[in-house]
Nanobody, 123 residues
Framework: QVQLVESGGGLVQPGGSLRLSCAASGSIFSINAMGWYRQAAGKERELVAAIPSGGITNYADSVKGRFTISRDNAKNTVYLQMNSLKPEDTAVYYC?????????????????WGQGTQVTVSS
């Protein structure tokens, strides 16, 4: 019913920048919080940044001051601007959203994940 499609990953040198995008589509009534998680090889998935439908953004300590999360509600899209990238930022980045969907007059809340996009920081 709802899909999250990520884009913008790739290979970048240390100190470089990337911008990730995640667009939601489907029978969407509204979207609550949206966020980005990442999972490095051999590690657990961790929250990178989150942004509610209205309110204060939240960042992992390791990315504060370097990453910026934003969203365009008209486009059902969330972005992650990543600057001053470090090798330890290398991971698969996943988009996440809390979505209220509607179908035949009924409403349901779903937590939806994207397929992931690889970010590699290496010289």
């Amino acid at each position: 019913q709802v899909q999250l499609v990520e884009s913008g990953g790739g290979l970048v040198q240390p100190g470089g920048s990337l911008r990730l995008s995640c667009a939601a589509s489907g029978s969407i009534f509204s979207i609550n919080a949206m966020g980005w998680y990442r999972q490095a090889a051999g590690k657990e998935r961790e929250l990178v940044a989150a942004i509610p439908s209205g309110g204060i953004t939240n960042y992992a300590d390791s990315v504060k001051g370097r990453f910026t999360i934003s969203r365009d509600n008209a486009k059902n899209t969330v972005y992650l601007q990543m600057n001053s990238l470090k090798p330890e930022d290398t991971a698969v980045y996943y988009c996440n959203a809390g979505v209220v969907v509607t179908h035949k007059g009924e409403y349901r809340y779903l937590e939806v994940w994207g397929q992931g996009t690889q970010v590699t920081v290496s010289s």
